[in-house]
Structure formats: structure tokens, C-alpha cells
């Protein structure tokens, strides 16, 4: 497929390219962000230390380093400001109605102002650890492991990371971890769900050695069959977990990320990757009368006017018959953007730019070298006389 081609089937890979960004995974984050306020400016939700697990290329760490470390407005922010830009251009247009000329040069002003700079408004005392297998480029103000997160030895390596020269008893926790771990799918999609749901099992293990209470945890997953159950167990360490599908991952696909916000830890309770996640706290501790007493459904305006509707004594039955757990789901991105399964025109006089990072150190490196050097199933097929044909 050509460059072209690809711009025009896939908007987001397209407007990767021209807004900077290593990969399309960016937009996925930026519109998890938009719902879920993961970046959120405000205490006690402040979001100044992060971990990004599974982050190569860094399209991911991109976004954190240039909202918390730069403080550009992406995801949330960007929102509200547009929100506030156009309930600014609703009163003006009204005043216009009303010909109030004299504030109206001065609001005009200010609109424009706001348009074209939005201020910078960075962080103090950020701190972000990025972890893959594969080695990644470097980042501004990134601090980079390349290790395995299924492996015991990595939560050391990730705790010193993020507080060298302390001693455990002194850690500095972290506000937010999150997982974009993906296995390189077979396409057998039993063991391709298998093995994504144990990359999730080992971010939640690294995350509950870093977050503090009342973080946030944000990891993709494949909803497969028993994924209900995965749900159930997140929802015994956070207070509030919903499986959110942003407008730049494509429908026709099983990925989704689970955001879970509000850690409550389990006291005298340290998991470790050595062993799998389990957790000793029984589903419910409800009692069926207890239980018969829930109101069968909630109704609440979130402050951003989406309306959360809950079905409190039929989820906590679940939980006290089998243990599962059914969490709400949110399509979330603006609804003006792209979508990923649509094909677009490309704009007049499009030029296809090339990725912003070509992978450091890709598993098919190897294959297109021989490729270069060798015919036969790595090449172009030779003729008899042992030119490429
Ligand atoms: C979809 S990519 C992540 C994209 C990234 N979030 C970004 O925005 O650029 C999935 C990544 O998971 C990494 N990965 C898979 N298994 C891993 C493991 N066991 N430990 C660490 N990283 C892993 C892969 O190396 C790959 O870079």
C-alpha cells in the first residue's frame, strides 16, 4: 500500500505525521484524557507523576512530556478552551444582536487572543518513567527503561527509577500509570486475548507497587470472553472502572482501554510478578438482604453534562454469584473527530510526510536485511541465472 493510500484510509496515522507524533496511539490517549480528566490540573486529582508501561515508539510519553512538562493543552484542556471559545462567540454574536459596539471590539480581541496562544502552563516537579522491551529514542525530560514488565526484577529497576537516592520507606508514589502493552497478535485470537490479559496483569502489578491512593490506572485490553472477570477483580482496588473505547481506535477492533480511577489499596497486601494477581478480598462482602436494599438504578450528570445512568443491586448480585462484574462502557472523543474506520479525501496539493520516528530497533529489522542481501523467500525470486527476475 502506498503512503498516500494509507494517509487516506487512516486519518489518524495521516495526522500523526503532521502534528508530530511517533505513533497514531497518541490520539487515543489525548481522547481518554478528554472523558476521563487523566491529567486533571486540579488537586486533589493533580497529575504531575506518571508511568507509561509498554511506551515504545513514545507517542504516549510524547503526550505526557509536552502537556505535563511543556504544559501545551491536548485532550481536556484543549476541550474546555473550545468549549469556553464557543460559549465566547455565542455572547459575542448576541451582543452583535444587540449592537453593544463598545465591549464588542474588546471581546473580539480576546477571542482571537485566546486562538492563536494558548499559554503554556507546565508543571513543577514532573516526573515520568517510560518502560518497553524496545529501546525507544530519547524524549525531553523522559526517563527511559528498556525491560520486560512480566519480569520480577523490573519493579525494582521501575521504583529506583522513579525515586533514586531514596529509600523504599520514602517513595514518592506516582498519580497515574498507564499501559498500551500489546503482543506482537497471531491472529489466534484465544492466545492473542490470553496473552494481552497477562501484560495487564503484570502493568496492574507494577502499578499498585506505584500509585497512591486515589490514582488512576489506564491499560488497553482485548474484550474477549471472560473478560468480565478481569473487570471484576479491578473493581476490588479501584472505586470507579469503565472500559472506554476513544474514536481513534477502530470499531472493528477488540481493543478497548479499562480506565480505573480512585486506588484504594488492600491493606498488608503487596502483589509481586512472581505470582498472579490475587487478590484476597472476597467480591462482595454484601449480604443478600443488603444487597436487595440497592437502589436498582442511579442517574448522574457528570459536570461536563454526559449523563452516567448505574444499576447498583444488579451488578452487586453478579458479584455475589460468580464473582463477575459487567463495567460501564464510554465511547469517548469529541464526536467532530475522525473516524478510524472511515476513509477520507485527502485535502488539495497533500503531501505524505514520513513517520515522525521510524522504529529504533523493529523485530523485522533482521528480515528485511537478509531481504536486501539474500533472494529466495527474502527477496525477489532469482532466475536461473541467478539474477533478480
Ligand atoms: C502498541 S505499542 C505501544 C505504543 C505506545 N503507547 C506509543 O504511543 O507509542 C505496544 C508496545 O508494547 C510493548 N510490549 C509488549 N510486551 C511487552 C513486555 N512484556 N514488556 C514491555 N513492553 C512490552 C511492545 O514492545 C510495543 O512497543
Redesign the pocket.
Known amino acids: 500500500m502506498g503512503k498516500s493510500s494509507k494517509d487516506k484510509r487512516d486519518a489518524y496515522y495521516r495526522l500523526a505525521k503532521e502534528q508530530n507524533?511517533?505513533?497514531r496511539?497518541?490520539f487515543?490517549?489525548i481522547q481518554l484524557d478528554e472523558q476521563f480528566d487523566l491529567f486533571s490540573f486540579q488537586e486533589p486529582h493533580k497529575c504531575t507523576r506518571v508511568v507509561?508501561?509498554?511506551?515504545?515508539?513514545?507517542?504516549?510519553?510524547?503526550?505526557l512530556s509536552r502537556v505535563l512538562i511543556k504544559g501545551e493543552s491536548f485532550g481536556r484542556r484543549a476541550w474546555m478552551e473550545k468549549m469556553q471559545r464557543l460559549v465566547d462567540e455565542v455572547k459575542l454574536a448576541e451582543k452583535m444582536e444587540r449592537n453593544e459596539d463598545a465591549e464588542l471590539s474588546e471581546e473580539m480581541s480576546k477571542i482571537n487572543l485566546d486562538e492563536e496562544k494558548p499559554t503554556l502552563q507546565p508543571r513543577p516537579n514532573v516526573k515520568i518513567v517510560a518502560?518497553?522491551?524496545?529501546p525507544?529514542a530519547p524524549l525531553e525530560g523522559i526517563i527511559q527503561l528498556q525491560?520486560?514488565?512480566?519480569?520480577p526484577s523490573?519493579v525494582g529497576r521501575m521504583l529506583s527509577a522513579l525515586n533514586p537516592e531514596k529509600s523504599e520507606a520514602d517513595y514518592d508514589l506516582v498519580d497515574l500509570v498507564?499501559?498500551?502493552?500489546?503482543?506482537?497478535v497471531t491472529g489466534l485470537h484465544d492466545l492473542d486475548i490470553h496473552i494481552q490479559s497477562q501484560?495487564l496483569y503484570?502493568a496492574l502489578t507494577l502499578a499498585i507497587r506505584v500509585l497512591r491512593p486515589g490514582g488512576k490506572f489506564v491499560a488497553?485490553i482485548f474484550r474477549g470472553k471472560d473478560v468480565d472477570l478481569i473487570y471484576a477483580q479491578l473493581k476490588l482496588l479501584f472505586r470507579r472502572v469503565h472500559i472506554a473505547k476513544p474514536r481513534s481506535s477502530r470499531a472493528s477492533s477488540i481493543e478497548a482501554f479499562v480506565v480505573c480511577e480512585d486506588y484504594t489499596p488492600i491493606e498488608g497486601w503487596t502483589p509481586d510478578l512472581g505470582r498472579p494477581v490475587d487478590v484476597p478480598r472476597p467480591a462482595t462482602t454484601m449480604t443478600e438482604e443488603e444487597i436487595e436494599a440497592l437502589p436498582e438504578q442511579t442517574r448522574t450528570v457528570r459536570e461536563d453534562g454526559t449523563v452516567e445512568l448505574t444499576f447498583p443491586r444488579r451488578e452487586a448480585r453478579k458479584l455475589h454469584k460468580d464473582n463477575r462484574w459487567i463495567a460501564p462502557f464510554l465511547a469517548c472523543g469529541d464526536l467532530d473527530a475522525y473516524d478510524a474506520d472511515a476513509t477520507y479525501k485527502l485535502p488539495e496539493g497533500h503531501v505524505s510526510l514520513d513517520p515522525v520516528q521510524p522504529p529504533t530497533a523493529p523485530p523485522y529489522k533482521e528480515a528485511i536485511e537478509k531481504r536486501r542481501t539474500e533472494g529466495g523467500m527474502y527477496g525477489k525470486t532469482k532466475n536461473r541465472e541467478g539474477t533478480p527476475s
Open positions: 507524533w511517533r505513533a496511539s497518541a487515543k490517549l507509561d508501561l509498554c511506551a515504545a515508539p513514545g507517542s504516549w510519553s510524547q503526550v518502560i518497553d522491551l524496545q525507544m525491560a520486560d514488565i512480566t519480569h523490573t498507564i499501559s498500551d502493552g500489546a503482543p506482537d501484560l503484570s488497553k
